[in-house]
Nanobody, 124 residues
Framework: QVQLVESGGGLVQAGGSLRLSCAAS????????MGWFRQAPGKEREFVAG???????YYADSTKGRFTISRDNAKNTVYLQMNSLKPEDTAVYYC??????????????????WGQGTQVTVSS
């Protein structure tokens, strides 16, 4: 059974940084896409960043240039480094893994499992 456990959320001032981690277990994730999504109060969940099996990365326009996604396959862990945080980045951040290997892009239709989420709050 696949399990994803996020950590690293918290309260930070605008302009600050946080690094989220997502530890995966239940199988080897080297060939799978992984991503970060977020959901703010009263809003729909949205894509933040994704990384595929080849190491290719892509980002939402709102996070490009400020956030960096990476993965450590030896540790089955994916990270999200968030810099220059803004109050509008406040949300619950969710880690996700694709249901199929070797996908070219991770999005809502390709998700196999979700983590439980970690809260990120950015104060102004």
């Amino acid at each position: 059974q696949v399990q994803l456990v996020e950590s690293g959320g918290g309260l930070v001032q605008a302009g600050g940084s946080l690094r989220l981690s997502c530890a995966a277990s239940g199988r080897t994730f080297t060939r799978y896409g992984m991503g970060w999504f977020r959901q703010a109060p009263g809003k729909e969940r949205e894509f933040v960043a994704g990384i595929v099996w080849s190491g290719g990365t892509y980002y939402a326009d709102s996070t490009k240039g400020r956030f960096t996604i990476s993965r450590d396959n030896a540790k089955n862990t994916v990270y999200l480094q968030m810099n220059s945080l803004k109050p509008e980045d406040t949300a619950v951040y969710y880690c996700a893994v694709s249901k199929d290997p070797f996908i070219s892009r991770i999005d809502f239709t390709s998700i196999g499992s979700w983590g439980q989420g970690t809260q990120v709050t950015v104060s102004s």
